[in-house]
Each structure stands twice: as C-alpha cells, then as structure tokens.
T-cell receptor, first 112, second 112 residues
C-alpha cells in the first residue's frame, strides 16, 4: 500500500519567517509528486515534480524532489498571512497510474 | 469562469436515502475523479474515469457509483446513505492521468 507522511503536522510562524515542509513517500514505481495548497475549499495545484534535484519555483514558494531519499520539501520564504493553509503532498506511482495518494497535510498558520 | 464545478455545495439528508452529486469541468480534460475528504482531512481517491476506463478504489462500497453522461461530466450517485458517508466530496479533472489535477469546490454531505 502506498504511504505518504508529511511533517510537521502543524506549524505556527510569524509573517516574514521562512518555513520548510517535508513529505516522505513509499509508492510503487514512483512517477511524480504533486504539491497542493488547501485553504477553506478546494486544493489548488502548486507544483509537480518528476526529476530529482530540479527545483521548481513560483514566487516565494519552491520545491525539490529527492528520489533517492523518497522525499520532497516545500519551502516558503517571507511568509504572509495569506500563506495560511493546509499543504498537501501527493505522490503518484505507476501501480495506480491515475491515482494520487495524498498525505494528511501540514497545517501552516502565519500570524501577523 | 469556473473550471471545475460541483452541485450542490451542501447536502443534508437522512440515512437510507439515495442522492447524487454533479460535477462539470470546462477545461477540456479527458480524465475526471472523485475524492472523499473525511473529518481528519485525508483526501482519498474513490474513482478515476476517462472515456475508456473506470478505475475504482477497492475500498469504496458498491453503494457509490460514478455516472458520466459525457467527457465534461462525472456525477456521483450514492445509494442507501449511511452516517459514515458524511464527508466533503471533491471532483477533479486532468488532461490525461499523468498531469496535475484541478479540483472543484467540494460538496459537504451530512447524513443524519
């Protein structure tokens, strides 16, 4: 069975801080890993990673995959209150090619 | 324009009833999904479907059935509702299974 563990489960920081969110996974024949941000409603897509060591960036957010360590990190620099959300990691393996396995998420709270 | 839409947003019903949730996407995607998010915020895949193949998560009770009248729609029909079915149900779509998925706003189902 595919497994995903995210850490920390929750994190409280102040605006301007930098945070690193972790995702470890075990999936059959890994293909890609996706990060999503979930505020009050639907998860919104952030990044899709397929290759180790290549950083994806979007503004203050960046993510990198380590296939050897079966892990990924999501960094957020200069955090803002609008970054408060649950961040979900979802690897995809070829065993269930159309299915993502979601972690339980990291609840990030950014205080003003 | 809403990319992935669901109706209704809220659904309150009694045990034993049959209900449907509708999903539509205007992204031109060929693959659609249904997810269940429980009170612990775990997102679990229920079904993935394109015009060629339906993949069912083996843990989903057969009281749940997806129905797709066309490529842009994937409805979820639930028979004999149970208390444990209370959750938020998300529809999603992607252009082929290997690409990122886009989520609808969710339907909060409460079974009393």
């Amino acid at each position: 069975e595919d497994k995903v563990v995210q850490s920390p489960l929750s994190l409280v920081v102040h605006e301007g801080d930098t945070v690193t969110l972790n995702c470890s996974y075990e999936v059959t024949n890994f293909r890609s890993l996706l990060w999503y941000k979930q505020e009050k409603k639907a998860p919104t897509f952030l990044f899709m990673l397929t290759s180790s060591g290549i950083e994806k960036k979007s503004g203050r957010l960046s993510s990198i995959l380590d296939k050897k360590e079966l892990s990924s990190i999501l960094n957020i620099t200069a955090t803002q209150t609008g970054d408060s959300a649950i961040y979900l990691c979802a690897p995809r393996g070829s065993g269930s090619a159309r299915q993502l396995t979601f972690g339980s998420g990291t609840q990030l709270t950014v205080l003003p | 324009d809403t990319a992935v839409s669901q109706t209704p947003k809220y659904l309150v019903t009694q045990m034993g009833n049959d209900k449907s949730i509708k999903c539509e996407q205007n992204l031109g995607h060929d693959t659609m999904y249904w997810y269940k998010q429980d009170s612990k915020k775990f997102l679990k895949i229920m079904f993935s479907y394109n015009n060629k193949e339906l993949i069912i998560n083996e843990t989903v009770p057969n009281r749940f059935s997806p129905k797709s009248p066309d490529k842009a729609h994937l409805n979820l029909h639930i028979n004999s509702l149970e208390l444990g079915d209370s959750a938020v149900y998300f529809c999603a779509s992607s252009q082929q299974a290997r690409y990122e998925q886009y989520f609808g706003p969710g339907t909060r189902l409460t079974v009393t």
